[in-house]
């Protein structure tokens, strides 16, 4: 006797797909394997997602295409083997603010571009921009960039650049328009992961175990020239050329200075950065500020102390210390506000602004001006560098984009005069485009040139003429010294108010409230380039 077949047992739920998606995440989560990531650890180096979870807030990570990469099938459609693509991104938050985070995973083919999956370097970049939030990039290998193995794993050389083969730089590049782009060059980058690192407004990389080039060294020995990674592209060089902008000694202080650099600018060009509670008294007088300035010009002096003095306590957050010297550049909060500040630095060439100084104060005025950040000027400046080294270095054409940058710029304005404004830099101190205001300290110290140099070619035919030329050019010193007190500049106006020392912090904390509600959102009348 037949019995009859019972009918298939339907299925019913979808248990069966979320079990392989989580088989799926499992591998994708082991990265390279742990042999691999042995490596990476063994190099003193972290892995993506290690770096990726102490950048954010705790458990803030929503990862997007955890599942992508390379999967290899059986003939019956059973998934036998799986690489993860080299790139983790998603949404997470930063002190409790949105941000979008893409880090490379050097596990994973050393970051090599046959792993890449090119829309995991380009989708980031687009919610950026689209959805307004700022760009954290974790950059370690080439960055998606090229490789000559791909030939062979396609079968064809790409042809750089057009839509087919876009590297998604324009879009790095317009983000600096757009929104905050912090990028973290983590281990040997190179290539594309160097121009994405460059592509920032804040870039830092790890003194000991991070490198950044063009081409690394086997490239640049096939030119003949022999170059460890750290000779041809470590912290130091890299830092003293202005590629980028700060080196740490652990990737966790990287991480921590990533995040309070965001803490001073807004989400988008279309908000406005937020203010801290205020832990610091707006009308607290320093009675150090009153003898820090040497009555003997030729003594320099530490203005980084006056930054610290005048600002809240603890606020000043430096960039790019290593670059472009003559001048300070960073954040800062007054009063909770934040704002940019720039200071000549009497330390280096005296202040003077040489090709690399200038670069620094472009680079650092147009992202004020980007995200609406008011700038107060702590004004030493001796005017353009002069000498063969800032002929050769092309200190006029970078001098004159500095002056454009800060002319151009639209943003609430304050300079304190601490001591020399002389030549067109010194004229540079302040836009002339809109009001600002402008104080001076009685160290105050300007004209068109030096009388230091100067006397002796204004008055070459007086001197040589004289019967005693060293008495002579002492004497015209002299009454010039009386003529160029900065009492007499004030009693024409010139200089709107010289000022107590000590009142500095009470008046650009002023300052800033004033300027708060006078800030505008959206884009610049300008486009900030990387």
Known sequence: M??????????????????????????????????????????GRLTVRERIEKTLDPGS??????????????????????????????????????????????????????????????????????????????????????????????????????????SGLHLCAQNMGLVPVV???????????????????????????????????????????????????????????????????TEEEAFERARKFLSYLPQSIWELPPRAENWD??????ESLLSIVPRDRKKAYQMRKIIDSVVDKGSFFEIAKGFGRAIITGFARLDGWPVGILAGDPLHDGGAWNAAASRKITKFVDTCQTFHLPVVH????????????????????????AVSAIHQSTVPWCSIIVRNVFGVGGGAHLPHTHPSFRYSWPSGNWGSLPLEGGVEAAYRAEIDAADDPVAKL?????????LRSPFRTAEAFLIEEIIDPRDTRPLICEFANLAAPLRQTGPSAFTMRP
């Open 2 to 43: 037949n019995r009859p077949v019972p009918p298939p047992v339907e299925e019913t739920g979808w248990q069966k797909e979320l079990d392989e998606l989580a088989e799926r995440k499992r591998i994708a989560r082991q990265m390279g394997g742990e042999e691999r990531v042995a490596r990476q650890h063994a190099g």
């Open 61 to 166: 990570f929503h990862e997007l295409g955890s599942v992508a990469g390379k999967a290899k099938y059986d003939k019956n459609g059973a998934m036998v083997d799986f690489m993860p693509g080299n790139g983790v991104f998603g949404r997470g938050r930063v002190n409790g603010r949105p941000v979008i985070i893409f880090g490379d995973d050097f596990t994973v083919r050393g970051g090599s571009a046959d792993a890449s999956i090119r829309a995991k370097y380009q989708m980031p970049e687009q919610m950026a921009a689209e959805f307004r939030m700022p760009i954290i990039r974790i950059i370690e290998g080439s960055g998606g960039g090229g490789s000559v193995k791909t030939i062979e794993t396609k079968g064809y050389a790409n042809l750089p650049g057009g839509i087919g083969a876009s």
């Open 281 to 286: 008294d707006p009308d607290r007088r320093e």
């Open 474 to 482: 002492a004497e015209i010193e002299q009454r010039l010294e009386r």
């Open 378 to 401: 702590l004004v030493d400046c001796f005017g353009f560098a002069v000498g063969l080294q800032a002929e050769s270095t092309g200190t006029m054409r970078f001098a004159v984009q």
């Open 183 to 249: 990028a973290l060059g983590l281990g040997s980058v190179a290539g594309l992961g160097a121009a994405r690192l460059s592509a920032s407004h804040y870039s830092l990389m790890v003194k000991d175990t991070s490198a950044v080039f063009v081409a690394g060294p086997p490239v640049v020995d096939r030119l003949g020239e022999k170059r460890t990674k750290q000779e041809l592209g470590g912290h130091k060089v890299q830092i003293a050329a202005g590629t980028v902008d700060d080196a740490v000694n």
